[in-house]
């Protein structure tokens, strides 16, 4: 006969210095019996975009507390972002396999580290997430550990700023791709912050997650198409879902999995990456007719831009190949190769005005998630390649691959995507 596992709710939450962190902690079995044990938590901030690091312990008639391990959902993998209720559940059967527990508490600890959490860092050995309060980008990129063995993201916090360009930024009326009125200027504000991997995802970091072998590639991992790493199904359906659904066999479906499905990951939407490319990290953003370090276009011929050189490998510099990721200066918050090596994917699908009505461009858009699935089957990409002249690799530079296409010059990175 299965046994029960018989459980005291009176938990002893917060024993951390933050009382007023965690509130409202209880648990339950899950009926019909599976071994699974809901706890349910709430968690407080006065901040907007909070980010906690959050670990649950166990007692058993009084004795010494321990860490749980055996755990899915919010918090199971350390890091939640965003307060308000949260759910993990608790797989006990892997802790207590064969033996009926009673007087059992489980308390939930949460210090919030909005202000020092400038990045979250993806451990690929054991798919658990922590945070680093701050760090000079220089030390993330010395050695190949930040490329291969874990993922960087960077925090971009919400603000307001202007998304696409008009006849004044030079590129906008030449574009060799797509319609020539592509990008038209329109206000855009992100109401929660993110982050954002700093690199290009690597064909190391890429063979881990997908399939536990090892590479010491450090190059962009290209030829994986949209419908790979979202799925066929669900996440072909961006945006009915915007709860970021993928399909559970896909890449980033997986991904999820192994990482307890403890934090969203996706791919960035337009704003989200426009957003990244364009922050100063003080609340404001760059204006036209500029790189992402805030450095002017200064090509002359169009083919070749000295201060392109210093951030991105492109086609006057490549020798008309990608090249190892973060070896060029980053962006002024410490992001990479945004401009040129590889194009990179974004979540949006694609159109001429990014699924906007000419009333909606005229005033700021809240939030956007382009335009609807089947306006496709064209997804939107940015920001040029390693075989690309200096105009296609612009800040609002798009263009509209489809949800299937597998190019040597396709790449993309991730975004964490607060609730």
Known sequence: MRKAFVFIFAA????????NT????????R???????????VLNSTNADPVFDVKFYAKVNGGQSFLLTDLE???AAGIVLGA??????????????????????????????????????????????SYAASTNVSTVTTGSTSKSGEIWFRRVESGTFYMGSDSTDWGYFDSNWSSKKSEPRHQVSLTKGFYISIFETTVAQFSKIDSETVSASLIPKTSTSYAYLRGSDKGATWPTFTDHRVDTNSFLGRMRAKTKNSL????PTEGQFEMAS????????????????????????????DNLD??????????????????????????????????????????NKYGLTDNELARITADPVGAPTNSGPKNSRRCGSYGNNPIDCRIPRRAQPGSGSTYSDYGFRFVLIQP
Request: contains cysteine; glycine residues 10%; proline residues 3%.
């Open 278 to 305: 364009r922050s100063v990290g003080d609340g404001t953003f760059l204006g036209l007719c500029c790189w992402n370090d805030g450095s002017p276009y200064v090509s002359t011929d169009k083919k070749v831009d």
């Open 22 to 29: 965690v509130e409202s902690v209880t648990c339950h079995q």
């Open 264 to 267: 969203t990951i996706d791919l």
């Open 73 to 75: 959902g919010d918090g």
């Open 310 to 351: 210093k951030l991105a490998w492109y086609k006057a510099n490549s020798g008309g190949s990608m090249h190892e990721v973060g070896t060029k200066k980053p962006n002024l918050i410490g992001i990479y190769d945004i401009h040129g090596n590889v194009w990179e994917w974004c979540l949006d699908w694609y159109d």
């Open 31 to 41: 009926w019909p019996w599976d071994g699974k044990v809901e706890i349910d938590y």
């Open 84 to 129: 308000g209720s949260k759910k993990t559940t608790w797989d006990a059967t892997q802790t207590y396999p064969s033996q009926q527990v009673s007087g059992l508490q489980v308390a939930v600890t949460a210090e919030e580290v909005t202000s020092s959490a400038k990045y979250i860092i993806l451990d690929l050995s054991n798919y658990t997430f």
């Open 12 to 19: 002893f939450v917060c024993l951390s210095a933050f009382s």
